[in-house]
């Protein structure tokens, strides 16, 4: 193992793309294994690309792009301002709940921070707020995306340590829900101490409310159509992809009429590329994903984490740290692709449900776009908004405190991830 992680780190160093590293690492096992002959290697590849449950990511990569050229982002938009828009720290308020709803549609935490910097960054600097500050909340409030259904962390997550993605769906709501919450409380008590208040702003009346909420109602059926047919046995998460398709092409055409061929087009243009770049590194890691099997590394950091603690929760935290410090250097896919086979087994004999250990996978894997020195998401957001790095990461502390405090919640009450799978899988 130690010569395929070298190979790995070297390709890297030299500039090689991450999906080529990985391969170059796993063709080092076959081609120096006296027992695996490269034809293996060759035929797991093969196999990846044969996978049913893959076919989700495609299909909600897709239904995340026409759900943007939809015209659903400005309906969010609108329902999110009316909302929130007159507490301490309106516009703050605004891109932590736009997020949130936005998370049931595109999936992506770096396509969420990159439309809200184009969108509300501008507004909140015009009115006074920090480009730090306004950079950290566009950029920390998008980590609602990873754990908010459909992510398509989660679903790479399943389909590589084999956990069911209906439950993994349904855990992710409250998760997310509380990220939400944690983050706003967050900013208020910022925006409180700066003053940061839109003068003359009033609460929202009813009826502006639901107007704001009806003009909106597509987007926020959205989620929920997908969990309920999930739930209800109607589709599987590959066919509810499916499913998200035909809703964001009939939405588009003929609730919004916006939807042309031309819209169409440019959701294909992205979508390719996303895919592309995707689905590149997942055939690649099969290699390496039957190599970390074929080594028993699972077995052998169990025993080493079992034989030294011996809290089940200890153990996570452990694991979780790692998983941090690995999110400062590389892209959350490529950790959930070459490390969810080592930790699902190790959580699991230590006696926690995957399904629990997915959801903080995921916060603190995707917590790595928001933190340097390569964080995707960070440096979207400061690009845009032209924010010196030193600024963000001064901002951006409160709100790294309240995910922190999050995790340490959900790690030591796994409940308020578990209760809603249970009570509605059982």
Known sequence: M??????????????????????????TFF???????????????????????????????????????????????????????????????VAIILSTLMGGVSGSAVADAAMEARVLGPQMIARGYTRGYASAVIALSSLITATIPPSIGLILYGYVGNVSI????????????????????AAYLVARRRNYVVEGAQR???????????????????????????????????????FAVVYALLVGRFAHRVMTWDAVKRAIDYTISDIGLIMLIILMSGMIGFAIIFLQLPQHISGWLLGSLSDPRAIVAVILISLFVAGLFFE??????????????????????????????????????????????????????????????????????????????????????????????G
């Open 2 to 27: 130690g010569l395929i992680t070298v190979v790995f780190f070297v390709a890297l160093v030299v500039g090689a793309p991450v999906a080529l590293a990985i391969g170059f690492a796993g063709f």
């Open 31 to 93: 081609l120096t294994s006296n027992v695996m002959p490269l034809s293996i290697g060759v035929q797991k590849i093969a196999t990846v690309s044969q996978s049913f449950p893959l076919l989700a990511v495609p299909f909600f990569v897709f239904a995340g792009h026409l759900l943007n050229e939809s015209a659903i982002t400005d309906r969010l938009f609108k329902f999110s301002n009316v909302s929130v828009a007159w507490m301490a720290g309106g516009l703050a308020q």
């Open 204 to 242: 929202p009346t009813v009826r502006a409310f639901g107007h704001a909420a009806w003009d909106a109602k597509w987007a926020l059926l959205f989620p929920v159509l997908l969990i309920l047919s999930i739930r209800g046995g109607l589709f599987t998460p590959s066919e509810v992809g499916a």
């Open 332 to 425: 959350s896919t490529i950790l959930v692709l070459l490390l969810t086979p080592i930790f699902v087994p190790v959580v699991q004999k230590a006696g926690v449900d995957p399904v629990h250990f997915g959801i903080l996978m995921m916060t603190i894997v995707t917590l790595g776009s928001m933190t340097p020195p390569v964080g995707v998401a960070m440096y979207t957001v400061c690009g845009l908004l032209d924010t010196r790095l030193e600024d963000y990461i001064r901002e951006s502390l409160p709100f790294f405190l309240a995910i922190f405090l999050l995790v340490a919640l959900l790690l030591f009450v796994p409940q308020l991830v578990l209760f809603l799978p249970n009570w509605t899988f």
């Open 166 to 185: 209906g439950r993994l769906f349904m855990a992710g709501i409250v998760p997310g829900l509380l990220m939400m919450v944690f983050l706003m409380v």
